[in-house]
């Protein structure tokens, strides 16, 4: 009954939605990194957030390539778009972060990879803005948030614009499309409606990639007391590409594909009632469901144990409802509580092959109930201080988290600030339930984070921040060859610092630049951690001479970091660059064009081992509105 339960009680929420009055201010249904409505603190809260222009101008297929070269973001991207793309913040594992999609936790704990997240499920050109937050977020977010999350905003209805369309053509051979539509609806409410497909293919099958999106959104008009809103999102694809840790294009012995094919679904639905001007109320559920199916034609003994082949099918449901109170208590304190309830079933079925086929299925089903609070205080104009704490209860594990955010306006041009914070996730279903290696007695894995910054506005046309953090992770869900299961005794801890400048150099010339250090101690010195770079950074030029045209350039840079690979082990990859270029021209107020090259000077680096760079890669967009 989950199955069909948790669609139809959306349904039903949508269809109750249009009878309450229209909203107030449609902003407050998404409240990012707190639950504390239109607090001042917000803007200080650690994050960053990049909007619609910035992911236009890098005219990418790819979040992962919008993201890099970001502070304290590290990308795992093997091989061509067929190959899983990971993103991992400060030092911690991918399925330390948490992903957002429009409010839907999309981590699903059934694959192999604890609940990692593939960026290539998502089209960048029906994404409205991505909102990266650093620390741990649990207080927020409950299970997985440890290090970060990364919250995804995708196209909906704007004002005055109808609808767009804009086809890209890349040099590899690769086409992608979107449109999207907008409407009134009997001028109760705005209803936006968007698609996108994307073909990756050419002759090396690495490079296999396809992708087809829908996105709805329905939400009621900002005039009143009580709003809602209602949203869907469809993403299904396929690719193909050398397996991981097999060594790629230049090592892999077997040279057959794995293939995976996927299908995710999502649905969301909001009431805000405001019910005076200290008091309200939100209520949000939530539906999602991701299945995964996986042929692996395994990977030959090299210098470590070779992988049989595995085909797999993994199936994932997820239901979320909450209820969030915010009082304002006086002028200077603001006050939020709620509880949240989620209801997560899923499981794998898939066949091993020993020499011949051994089936190693498992099922699991788990609720989570959860209690959570903030207070926001403004003592002066000078001192904002944001506490949060939360308690997730399952049948067998619980957690406590914390939070505390201060900032203090030491001058008008300086702002310090302190983010304290824990975070956990719960384990994995691979990791609890598989028939070979499951552990059922594994505990929640823990992170303790504090950052400090200094954020200067000394120049008058630039923005300076410096950061320093350090993420202790524990109880880390470890591999024990001799027992031959999952079991929790590995602790990571990374230390770094993070300096951005933002500077306008003429009204048309625009830089920014970031720096990052991160340092890893394992605890055990024969315990080497993958594809952490030590130093990295970005350079980012706008320049727009007049109105109608505009170029963009970021030039990356990568320390060289250790990684593995079953033919090779653990080895030290180099360093490397990647300089991206892009090119805007706005014929007229409908229609633009724009030329982007990646990887101009055709950097020939691997970020896997093994697996090839795909090279120089030059896209042509043209959209037009309508």
């Known amino acids: 009954m989950k199955t069909n339960l948790s669609p139809l009680l959306l349904a039903c929420f949508a269809c109750y939605a249009p009878n309450y009055a229209l909203a107030q201010d449609v902003e407050n249904m998404t409240i990012e990194g707190t639950h504390i409505e239109k607090n001042s603190l917000m803007g200080a809260i650690p994050s960053i957030t990049i909007n619609k222009d910035a992911i236009d101008a890098l005219a990418t297929n790819s979040i992962a390539d919008v993201l890099r070269g970001e502070a304290g973001i590290d990308i795992s991207q093997q091989g061509g778009a067929g190959g899983l793309t990971f993103l991992s ?27 990692a997240f593939d960026l290539a499920s998502i089209d960048p050109a029906l994404v409205e803005s991505i909102q990266v937050f650093y620390g741990g977020f649990s207080s927020v977010y409950g299970t997985d948030a440890l290090s970060g999350v990364v919250s995804i905003k995708t196209k909906g209805y704007q004002t005055g614009e109808i609808g767009q369309a804009s086809l890209t053509v890349s040099a590899d051979q690769s086409i992608g499309a979107s449109v999207k539509l907008a409407m009134s609806v009997s001028d109760i409410a705005e209803l936006s409606v968007s698609a ?74 909001d009431i805000q009632q405001k019910v005076n001007n200290k008091f309200s109320l939100n209520f949000s559920a939530a539906w999602s469901q991701r299945e995964e199916d996986i042929s692996n034609p395994g990977i030959a003994t090299g210098i470590l144990d070779g992988v049989p082949a595995i085909d797999s099918n ?27 309830w989620s209801d997560e079933e899923g499981g794998m079925q898939s066949v091993i092959d020993f020499g011949e086929p051994v089936p190693a299925d498992y099922n699991l089903d788990r609720q989570t109930s959860a209690v959570f609070a903030e207070m926001a205080v403004n003592p002066s104009d000078e001192l904002n201080i944001l506490l949060g704490a939360r308690h997730d209860k399952t049948d067998k594990l619980q957690a406590n988290t914390h939070k505390l955010i201060v900032n203090y306006q030491l001058t008008p041009a300086i702002l310090l600030s302190t983010h304290i914070s824990q975070g956990f996730k719960l384990p994995s279903f691979f990791a609890l339930a598989h028939p070979f290696v499951g552990n059922s007695d594994l505990k929640p894995e823990e992170s303790e984070n504090i950052e400090v910054s200094i954020q200067s506005n000394v120049f008058t046309n630039g923005v300076f921040r410096l950061s320093a953090y350090q993420n202790t992770y524990s109880n880390l869900v470890d591999f024990d060859p001799i027992a031959f299961t999952n079991v929790n005794r590995a602790k990571v801890r990374a230390k770094g610092m993070e300096a951005k400048l933002t500077f306008s150099i003429t009204e048309e010339l625009n830089f920014s630049t970031q720096i990052t250090h991160t340092k890893i101690n394992t605890f055990e010195p024969d315990v080497t951690l993958r594809r952490r770079p030590e130093w990295k950074g970005s350079i980012t030029l706008t320049y727009k ?42 014929v007229n107020d409908k229609t633009s064009i724009r030329l982007n090259m990646q990887n101009t000077f055709n950097s020939d680096h691997e970020e896997g081992v093994g697996f090839e760079n795909p090279g120089r890669q030059a896209s042509l967009n043209i959209s037009r509105k309508f």
Do not use: H
């Open 545 to 586: 001479p007049v109105e109608q045209f505009s170029l963009m350039s970021r030039f990356v840079v990568n320390d060289g970091y250790y990684d593995s690979s079953i033919p090779s082990g653990m080895v030290e990859l180099e360093s490397f660059n990647q300089l991206d270029v892009s090119a805007r021209w706005t």
């Open 89 to 115: 913040i400060r030092g911690g594992d991918p399925n330390f972060v948490v992903i957002l999609i429009d409010g839907v936790k999309v981590n699903d704990p059934t694959n192999s990879r604890g609940g």
């Open 196 to 269: 996108s497909v994307q073909d990756g293919d050419d002759s090396t099958f690495s490079d296999d990639f396809k992708r087809k999106q829908l996105i709805t959104s329905i939400q009621s008009y900002a005039n009143s007391n009580t709003q809602w809103q209602v949203g869907g999102f469809y993403s299904e694809g396929e690719s193909a590409s050398f397996p991981e840790d097999s060594g790629g294009d230049r090592l892999a012995v077997i040279r057959s594909p794995e293939t995976r094919e996927y299908t995710q679904n999502n649905i969301k639905g």
């Open 314 to 340: 993994s199936d994932y449901e997820r239901f979320d409802i909450s209820a969030v109170g915010n009082y304002k208590a006086s002028e200077l304190i603001d006050l939020a509580l709620g509880v949240a």
